[in-house]
């Protein structure tokens, strides 16, 4: 015989210490994933990936001999470096992957990862708990960022695996510190970007101006910084464009950066986008510390 | 002015296939009038229609007994309105707020600073007069929300929920304001979840559930109208085993209760018979508390909207 | 339980030049507490003490024993909170929502789903547990809040004016809601509430607050005694003025209350019995409708103390 009223119980069971991040960071992960478009820009990263390193392998393996091909090509065309699969390509290989990515994501899941817990209130329920604003703050981020790096970064490493795995042992030089490279200017334009998505959600506490608002800044800094480089003819100007920086910071990190002369010093770009994110990380602190006043 | 303050006829309004309000026929003369039921039962689409805010899906309404449809400008002269939802003016400060009240309602200069100084002063909420309405608290928005209503005295006032969100201060004042607007004649319709303060300021309801009329009239003939229900006295003391055993025998009781050693729940259907057997147990010194709840709001509202579920 | 539920010494808190609480001492050893006070009166400030989300400016708050703004992390997962405002987590189910909240607490996932149902069913949400809490009623919203400040199983309750804006019968479900989860599980009640008669039916204690100062914190039970030993008693429909006068004839002082059917009675020299008023009514053929002791009702008393400035 056995009785079960719907009454309120005592809980017995365990009590974990994890940090309060951890759930909140495996939340929104789920949030994220739940939303179609987010998942569908994943994947289509992720297959592009599958693609390119299936390439590596025809290219590395199957066809050995298309770097005499290429050679042949570069000097029919005329062209003075030779096209090999070297630093350089996987710089633009990571510009491929980026730029479809980044607004898009931003897009549909950073901006209303904070203003919609400010619309329901939901810090309020949050902040009467144990959590923090800074261990919130990070929990959010992290998820973000685990997207932007899972988008871009995901394929990135599969391509260079598949590389390094079907190329001859010398081409390892030549590729060697990629991963590297890549994974910390990855890493490093996610961070910034993902704090200024939400520092502008809780500016404007709600998703859809801050859509509004990122793709203007987006779009516009493009803009003006090109109109500023011409009229001033001051190439630092161009680190207004976060396009460009992006651009910048990866290519710098991978050391490859192009000998032209329109782009803005790694120096100015990278104290801009360090600044964005500093920026950006008060603002989010002075807002969630606002909000974990209660009520 | 024989006219009615408030006359509904056959007043019925939908929403598409949901259903506000269904036949009502109400008329009001003065005094205030409490408007009870649960959310959804229709109060708010009611209060819409009497401040000519949406037309009327069938029926009409009649305000001293002019018709009430939206655009009649001249009735909305004679009545003052507090809505439930909130107010949006937030950049205004509340005496500016309501200073542009009384201008658009026709007042110019120094008589409509006088009408808001009053108005102010009425809700207790003049020295708060330059306090922008965002900075407010709820309570204290709703306190403007009642200023605005009596702005021009109209002879009728509608008041939404007024109470909702007021600290105990300002509860009493308000309720203290409406007693005595309605003393001069006046009509103030009070609309409030909150059973024993209506209890405490009017006996005349109109209680709507399901967008229909439930009960109108005095609370006592309400409930003497509800004759399924048997009544209850409650009683607490000393040596009741006995007592029920007495009104046992005399076959007075169509249900007892009896609640540890102290507390007996009689029911009866001749309340008044029971009474006076009691008192006379009374008048031994057994009985220490009596009490029949059914003369109370909350028992009545109980009876006709449905248990609360405990 | 040696330890006091709340123990405020000296708290005292300023926000730049402004001070919302001027250095307020109060123990509260645990039951039901009613936190009273008009609009402004630093009730808030009080509760981010305790929830240590606010630094005193000097003094201390004790939570269980504990101090809440050293250990306010750790504190929080002993203290439910149910705010005045709306508050869940958008684009969750409302079990999804609370389960979240819970594994926040530190419930591992599986457990805090578990509980996040069990808690939902308490306080009636059962059928509703996999909508939306945006489609919610307000009534359901308020449930679903207690049911949010339960989930992680606390030992001290905050409720933030938990019945505001409920039609009678929510309200009177919600008020039985709090009531068994006070009497019959041992949770302490913090209730913050402008209906006094929610907190006369919940609390035994309350403290009454003003303009940041401690105005007076004791039982429920002595604020409401002051008239001891007077009656209030109703009267049958049209027979109030016969009453008063006979009451009077009989050497009782009597005064009328709002309807005209209810008097308080009251002798100056001593308690006022019962039987006495029966037989009066018997001998002068009236119906006495109720009789009880004429305790002061707690908003008289609230008032009172706000006035005596």
Redesign the interface.
């Known amino acids: 015989m056995a009785f079960r009223a ?6 017995t ?6 940090p ?1 991040w951890w ?2 960071l495996t ?1 929104t992960l789920q ?1 994220g994933w739940s939303s179609r478009w987010v998942r569908r820009i994943t994947w289509i990263s992720l297959i592009q990936g599958f693609g390119l390193c299936v390439l590596a392998y025809v290219l590395n393996d199957v066809v050995p001999t298309w770097r005499e091909l290429t050679e042949r090509v570069g000097e029919m065309a005329g062209a003075e470096d030779e096209i090999k699969l070297d630093g350089r390509v996987y710089l633009w290989l990571l510009n491929m992957f980026v730029y479809p990515v980044l607004l898009p994501l931003a897009l549909l899941f950073g901006y209303d990862l904070i203003s ?2 400010l ?14 604003p800074a261990s919130y703050l990070l929990g959010r981020t992290l998820a973000f960022v685990g997207f932007l790096l899972a988008a871009t970064l995901g394929p990135m490493l599969m391509v260079w695996l598949a590389d390094y795995a079907t190329s001859e042992a010398e081409h390892f030089q030549e590729i060697a510190k990629v991963p590297l490279g890549i994974t910390l200017a990855l890493s490093f334009i996610a961070v910034v970007l993902a704090l200024f998505v939400q520092a502008v959600s809780v500016l404007t506490k709600s998703g859809t101006w801050t859509n509004l608002i990122f793709v203007v800044i987006f779009l516009f800094g493009s803009a003006m910084a090109s109109i500023l480089y011409n009229m001033t003819d001051n190439v630092d100007m161009l680190s207004i464009s976060l396009l460009h920086n992006v651009f910048v910071v990866c290519a710098y990190i991978m050391d490859e950066l192009p000998k032209r002369q329109d782009y803005a010093d790694p120096g100015v770009v990278f104290t801009v986008m360090s600044g964005i994110g500093i920026v950006s990380f008060m603002i989010l602190m002075r807002g969630l510390r606002r909000r ?4 | 002015m024989s006219a009615p303050a408030i006359k509904t006829v056959g007043l019925s309004r939908w929403y598409g296939e949901v259903q506000g309000l269904a036949g009502l026929d109400v008329t009001i003369q003065h005094g205030v009038v409490g408007l009870l039921g649960p959310n959804g039962s229709g109060k708010s689409t009611l209060m819409r229609l009497l401040t000519g805010q949406i037309h009327a899906s069938r029926g009409y309404v009649e305000i001293f007994g002019e018709r009430m449809t939206p655009g009649h400008f001249k009735s909305f002269r004679v009545l003052g309105h507090a809505p439930g939802e909130d107010i949006h003016f937030e950049n205004e400060r509340a005496c500016d707020f309501l200073l542009l009240l009384a201008k658009l309602g026709g007042e110019s200069g120094a008589s409509a600073r006088d009408r808001v100084d009053k108005a102010l002063d009425r809700i207790g909420m003049t020295p708060k007069a330059n306090v922008r309405l965002r900075e407010m608290s709820k309570g204290m928005r709703q306190r403007i929300k009642v200023a605005q209503a009596i702005l021009f005295e109209p002879p009728l006032l509608l008041l939404d929920e007024p109470l909702n969100g007021m600290d105990p201060p300002s509860r009493r004042q308000t309720l203290d304001l409406v007693r005595e607007y309605s003393n001069t004649e006046r009509t103030v319709l009070l609309a409030s979840h909150v059973l024993h303060e209506v209890d405490a300021i009017t006996d005349h309801l109109i209680m709507l559930h399901h967008g229909r009329l439930l009960a109108e009239g005095q609370l006592s003939d309400i409930r003497n109208l509800i004759e399924q229900k048997p009544r209850r006295a409650t009683i607490r003391g000393k040596g009741l085993t006995q007592i029920a055993a007495k009104l046992l025998s005399e076959d007075r009781l169509s249900g007892l209760t009896m609640e540890g050693d102290d507390c007996l729940h009689l029911d009866t259907r001749d309340l008044t018979k029971l009474l006076l057997e009691l008192q006379q147990v009374g008048a031994d010194g057994q009985i220490e508390t009596l009490e029949t709840d059914d003369q109370k709001l909350d028992a009545v509202y109980d009876m006709l909207v449905g248990g609360s579920a405990r | 339980m040696s330890a006091p539920i709340i123990a405020l010494d000296g708290l005292l808190v300023r926000y730049g030049k402004f001070t919302a609480l001027h250095g307020v001492d109060a123990i509260f050893s645990g039951g039901s507490l009613g936190l009273l006070g008009p609009n402004g009166a630093g009730k ?1 400030t009080m ?2 003490s305790i ?1 240590g ?2 630094r005193p400016t000097a003094g201390t708050a004790q939570v269980l024993g504990v101090d809440a703004r050293k250990s306010g ?2 504190l ?2 002993r ?1 439910g ?1 149910m ?10 189910s409302a079990v999804r929502g609370l389960a ?2 819970a ?7 599986d ?1 805090a789903m578990l ?1 996040a149902h ?2 939902l ?2 306080v ?1 949400l ?1 059928e509703e547990r996999y909508r939306e ?2 489609t919610f009623s307000t009534g359901m919203r308020q449930r679903y809040k207690l049911a ?1 400040a ?1 989930v ?2 606390p030992e001290v309750l905050f409720l ?1 004016e938990p019945t505001n804006g409920l039609d009678p019968q929510s309200r009177a479900r919600m008020l039985g809601l709090i009531e ?2 006070t009497k ?2 041992g949770l302490h009640l913090v209730l913050a509430s402008h209906l006094l008669h929610d907190v006369e039916r919940l609390c035994q204690e309350v403290w009454v607050m003003e303009g940041g100062k401690m105005r007076l914190s004791g039982s429920i039970s002595d604020l409401t005694a002051a008239a001891r030993g007077a009656r209030r008693v109703t009267i049958a429909n049209d027979q109030g003025a016969a009453f008063h006068a006979a009451a009077e004839a009989a050497g009782f002082a009597c005064s009328r209350e709002g309807d005209g059917r209810s008097f308080v009675v009251h002798h100056e020299d001593r308690v006022v019995e019962p039987d006495e008023i029966f037989r009066l009514a018997q001998n002068n053929q009236m119906v006495i409708t109720s009789i009880r002791p004429a305790a002061r009702s707690l908003e008289d008393a609230f008032l009172e103390v706000l006035e005596g400035e």
Do not use: Q, W
């Not at chain 1, 069971?13 to 994890?18: A, D, V």
């Not at chain 1, 974990?292 to 009520?295: A, C, F, H, V």
């Not at chain 3, 594994?103 to 996932?109: A, D, H, L, N, T």
């Open positions: 719907a009454e309120y119980e005592r809980y069971g365990p009590r974990s210490k994890r309060a759930p909140l939340a949030r919609k817990d619309e329901t209130n939901a810090t309020e329920a949050y902040f009467a708990r144990p959590i923090t974990s006043m209660l009520g | 808030s509760l981010r929830l989300l606010v992390t750790e929080r997962r203290i909170y705010p005045e405002r709306d508050a869940y987590i958008g684009g969750f979240h909240l594994e926040i607490c530190g419930f591992p996932k457990d509980r069990d808690v069913h308490f009636g059962g809490v945006s949010a339960l992680h199983d933030d068994r989860i019959d599980h």
